[in-house]
């Protein structure tokens, strides 16, 4: 921590909220000192704008990084998910920043695209988008890769001892219902992760230059299809090169952001690639992604499409949408409906829980589907006991509760959602489209947001709509909620209030009824 | 002792008309339960057919012969199966879903024969369509005109509905809490888990208080319409289905047809009936029973449904300083039509915002409140379903809290809760199979999609090409309707129950029939 030292303050104001926000806004400064690198480099006529936002948005993070320090425990789980719901709030308008000092897009739409891109949506509301110099589209591509995972999580990497807290963060923010320790400390557990996406990144980099791309456009592409951002800097995104080769290294990138990092860690670790395939998870990813594509491809096949085409424009829109990337190469809203009804709920499952992509993970989705076959079971049944296993491993009862609720809530959060977007005035079509991509971190919907539809056909109340529904789908509802809802402390006393006083008044247990059937 | 302690008690059944009800059940030779239930499932329809014969004979005289021989048919068949069967004094409870699926499929059977003997269609695909959607309470109709049909088959046509009405409250309120299935016993009306004592005097009892309530349910419903200004056919009719929440109507504009506000506000009243918890009424009715009617909070969560969803509809579709009574009165009998899953209209929402539209596809969703003929995913599971995600919430930030889940004060066991979500879970897997397929079939987007939701509801009309009065259903091609069938059937008897009852049953014709095999070499070898 020397090189820090000039930075040291001396009187320092103990808050997790905003030691973890100033930190995140310095990696948004990052990305935008990326872009600034690379604006110079093409020598394009934005530099000013860049460096000033970096420079600014540097003073900003450092100031609030330094004035503040972290409470023991990083208080504890409220004040982690209270620190992450903070910490994406601020990136959302720290990344906001440079959009509109350059002039590029007015506040409110530059709102949209940051959060779009650190959330690793992907729906943009740039017109066009190839107007742009290269440094601002560098800068808005590195947007989702920061945030693809996840700005907390590099803020535990990077910060020295946080003890219980610490897991807590990077629970709150990293996808998925557990997250897994690699190792005993959460710190390294947090540098290892960033240090096989920073891996992955390069990957994906090589793969997309032995495909021919520019370096510019290697870089770009791989930051976002890791990511499973899903951003290009070109119009026609991915069918802007018209190249079969080009949509394999694609879908290479894509498919290494759909896979639960962990994974590649152990198979490093112990050399050993079947690592990949004892996990259930990664058979139903696979098993998912060949099914739907043959489905797609049938009907695709079946509705005049060459078989080759057929092939190759399903596929690579099925592994685009599950892993919650949406990269285009066809407008698949002029299918038939019945391949968008399966693309959509690609957009619903999206990949493995621990990876960059959004929505559902299929460990969620595995564990809802086998619960309901239990219940189908205890109904032939009726006493017998049946743990949920996945592959050989049985899932906690703990755990099984939580992504059951989870999964309720995705799903009740949703339906609100198309109510209001259609309410607001977007086609039946459309808005569930639209909440569904939002809410899933995904980029293109259906009906008038299709992949080759700009998000701008919504007004402001309907784009202010999906900002929230992106927040809530990344962070897994629970930060935002409990931040955004009447603040958390009061809502829980609430809460409790509420049972107490319950508890009180009624005989307890469901025989209630009965007893007051009697009475 | 306790009357309803006990999970397995069975006192003898010997007082008053329980005397003859033992008799009968005891008296078959074969012992069997899901025959016994069949055959009076059948002899059900044999006495619809009958009255069908009974009422085209007062009426316009059409199909009478056909009915009268339907009729004998039907009450000889089901007259003599249930003679033939006895109920054993106690059996698995798994043998009840084996019964309630047979039952259910041979009434549909019954039904398209009946079908097909009047030459009602003229394709036999559409007798399938009509007697599944007819039994199972849904209200797609694959009849174009239903004006020009005759008096008799408009009345088999309503009375389907009112007999699967029936089939499906007796089912859901006696024999699902008996055996602890889907968490609907959470309700306040409901019986706690009791093993396997379907035949014990208290399920009797119950079911025969709810068959007479169901009974004098329609004939007040009856009254309302004839108050209303209907015809007596058509109060008839509309009784039935409205109180079965069936939702066929006599006339292609349904309510609408009859330009008539009282008609229109009786119709609201007999849906918001329909779609109420009945077993609740009957503990109502109880004597000593102090009401525990305005206490029961899915009741008040029912209202506030068909109310403020009433209002939200209305808000949603016209501007504030135009509202009408018009407007007020036809949002509020679309949204009782949709919180009871009936399925009749007054016009349609075809010119509604897209808002009130997808409102009214959720309240459709949840459906009508548990006890009732009423579909959908009921309304006391997604109230459970709140009190979970609340605890959800306060377990967020406090890991080790004992929270319960709560509907209104009662507290609903995990064991319920872990049941509920099952059946959700079920019910999306279902219902998003079910898109897929009218999709792949040829249903647009919306079509598909609101098609199976209202499907699995047991609803009817949709969104899309499906909003009353745009032609409906005939629209759609012909798999994709029979892609609808097995969702309405799956939705009206709770999934679980259809999958393990079929299974079962087919299990145990395989069985049987290999059985029949052996015998078979068996003699001839000998021979």
Known sequence: MSVLAPFAVRRQVASASLHIAGLSVLAVAGASASGLVVELVYRDDQWRALAASTVGLGILGILAWRTTSLPPNAGGPRGAVRAVGVAWISISLAAAVPFVVADVLPWDLALFESVSGLTGTGSTVLAPIEGNTHGILFYRQMTQWVGGMGVVVLAVAVLPFLGVGGLQLFRAESPGPTADQLVPRVSDTARRLWGVYCALTALATLVLLATGLSLYDAVSHAATGVGTGGFSPYNDSISHFDSATVEVGIMVAMALGAVKFPLFYAAFRGRDLGAFWRSSEFRFLVWVVVASTAFVTVLNWRDGMTPSAALRDSSFNVVSLISSCGFGTADFTRWVPATQIVLLFLMVTGSMAGSTSGALKLFRVQVVAKHAWREVRRVRHPSGVFPLRLGREPVPEDIVRSVLGYVMFYFLIAVAGFVVLATLGADVATSVGSVITAMGGVGPGLGDAGPAANFLVFDFAQRSVLIVLMLVGRLEIFPLLLFLLPVGPSLVRRLDRVSVRGRLRGPAGSTGGAARARR | ?527
């Open chain 2, 1 to 527: 002792m306790d009357r309803n302690a006990g999970p397995t008690v069975h006192e003898p059944l010997v007082r008053g008309p329980e005397r003859w009800t033992a008799r009968v059940v005891r008296a078959g030779r074969w012992e069997s339960p899901v025959g016994f239930v069949v055959g009076l499932a059948i002899l059900s329809c044999g006495a619809l057919a009958t009255g069908s014969c009974v009422l085209g004979l007062v009426t316009d005289g059409r199909d009478v012969s056909q009915f009268a021989i339907l009729g004998v048919l039907w009450c000889l068949v089901g007259a003599g199966l249930a003679h033939q069967c006895r109920v054993p004094l106690r059996f698995r409870s798994t043998t009840a879903f084996v019964g309630v699926f047979a039952a259910w499929t041979a009434v549909i059977v019954v039904s398209i024969t009946t079908y097909e003997f009047l030459g009602t269609f003229a394709h036999w695909d559409d007798s399938v369509f009509e007697s599944v959607a007819g039994f199972t309470t849904t209200a797609t109709t694959v009849v174009e005109n239903p004006e020009a049909m005759s008096r008799s088959t408009l009345f088999w046509r309503a009375g389907t509905q009112w007999v699967g009405g029936l089939g499906a409250l007796l089912f859901v309120v006696a024999v699902l809490p008996s055996i602890g299935v889907g968490g609907l016993d959470v309700t306040d009306a409901g019986q706690r888990y009791s093993g396997t004592s379907l035949r014990s005097r208290r399920t009797l009892l119950q079911l025969r208080r709810l068959t007479l309530l169901y009974i004098s349910l329609t004939a007040a419903g009856i009254a309302l319409y004839l108050i209303g200004g209907m015809g007596p056919f058509d109060a008839i009719t509309y009784a039935a289905t409205t109180i079965s929440t069936g939702g066929f109507a006599n006339h292609a504009g349904s309510f609408g047809h009859f330009r008539s506000t009282t008609v229109e506000w009786a119709g609201f009243g007999g849906m918001v009936l329909g779609g109420a918890n009945l077993a609740l009424v009957v503990r109502a009715l109880r004597p000593g029973g102090r009401g525990p009617l305005w206490r029961s909070f899915e009741l008040r969560a029912y209202l506030l449904v068909i109310f403020g969803g009433g209002a939200a509809v209305t808000l949603l579709t016209e501007s504030p300083d135009e509202v009408t009574h018009e407007a007020i009165r036809r949002s509020l009998f679309h949204v009782a039509s949709a919180a009871s899953t009936t399925g009749h209209f007054v016009g349609g929402w075809g010119d509604w915002e897209v808002g009130g539209q997808m409102l009214l596809l959720a309240i459709i969703g949840v459906g009508a409140m548990s006890g009732s003929a009423g579909g959908g995913f009921r309304l006391v599971r997604a109230l459970t379903l709140v009190g979970y995600l609340r605890r959800e919430l306060v377990l967020q930030l406090h890991p080790r809290a004992v929270s319960p889940v709560r509907v209104g004060r009662r507290i609903v066991s995990d064991a319920l809760v872990s049941r509920m979500i099952g059946y959700q879970a079920q019910y999306l897997i279902v219902a998003a199979t079910g898109a897929i397929a009218v999709a792949a079939f040829g249903g647009e987007l919306v079509t598909a999609m609101s098609a199976a939701i209202s499907a699995i509801a047991n609803f009817g009309p949709a969104l899309g090409d499906l909003v009353p009065g745009s032609g409906g259903i005939l629209q759609l091609p012909r798999p994709a309707r029979a892609a609808l069938l097995p969702l309405m059937f799956l939705g009206r008897l709770e999934i679980a129950p259809v999958l393990v009852g079929a299974a079962l049953a087919a299990s145990e014709i395989t069985r049987r029939a290999a059985n029949l095999r052996e015998r078979v070499q068996d003699r001839m070898a000998a021979d």
